[in-house]
């Protein structure tokens, strides 16, 4: 499907994969627990997640930005979905890396350096967008792998890059939503008193 198309979806069930396989977007069909539909699948969480972020009081422009990704995410998953590199599918691009990239910085900039590292926790928000950037690094896991199983002519490298940048701005994001990192929960080595 090319950018701006509509999706039309008239039934929201085929059975087609009953028989534990899905098809992708090339219209070949693959086992539900190939890693091709663990990487889009966990693209599709990292989604989710931000959606539950975003249920949240958000200073601007952290939300109208979340909304971004999100659209990105199924970009990326619509990507992740057709094997190989040609053709007329939607492809992540460079600029989407550099779009984040830009957003990290604008966020990063205000906030105090940090002296150790940051627990998941402080403020709702913050501690769902903690969740949001774990999933983000399992996704780019996943994409790893997929890469190192299939190759760059058929996983586009540049997935990897967005899912690895996307996990700083939603970390950046975190300490942001944490009042600019004044109630960020810091690591204590040894506090649990359990050593």
């Not at 009953?18 to 693209?43: M, N, Q």
């Not at 999933?135 to 190192?148: F, I």
């Amino acid at each position: 499907m090319l950018p701006g198309a509509m999706v039309h979806l008239s039934k929201i069930y085929t059975r087609s994969g009953d028989d534990g396989s899905t098809g992708l977007g090339d219209g070949s069909r693959v086992p539900k627990h190939a890693l091709r539909i663990e990487s889009y699948g966990t693209v599709d969480e990292t989604s989710s997640v931000i959606g539950l972020v975003r249920t949240q009081e958000l200073a601007e422009p952290l939300d109208e930005r979340l909304e971004a990704v999100q659209n990105d995410l199924f970009d990326l998953g619509a990507d992740l979905c057709v094997p190989g590199r040609g053709g007329d599918g939607l492809r992540v691009e460079e600029s989407y890396v550099t779009r984040l990239e830009a957003w990290i910085d604008e966020a990063n900039d205000p906030l105090e350096p940090l002296s150790s590292f940051v627990l998941p926790g402080g403020t709702p928000a913050a501690a769902w967008l903690h969740l949001a950037r774990t999933v983000c690094r399992r996704a780019e896991r996943c994409v790893e792998a997929l890469l190192a199983e299939e190759g760059e002519d058929r996983v586009n490298p540049i997935a990897m890059r967005y899912l690895n940048r996307l996990s700083d701005l939603l970390f950046v994001y975190g300490r942001v939503a944490n009042e600019n990192g004044a109630k960020d929960v810091l690591w204590r080595p040894g506090g649990g008193d359990g050593a």
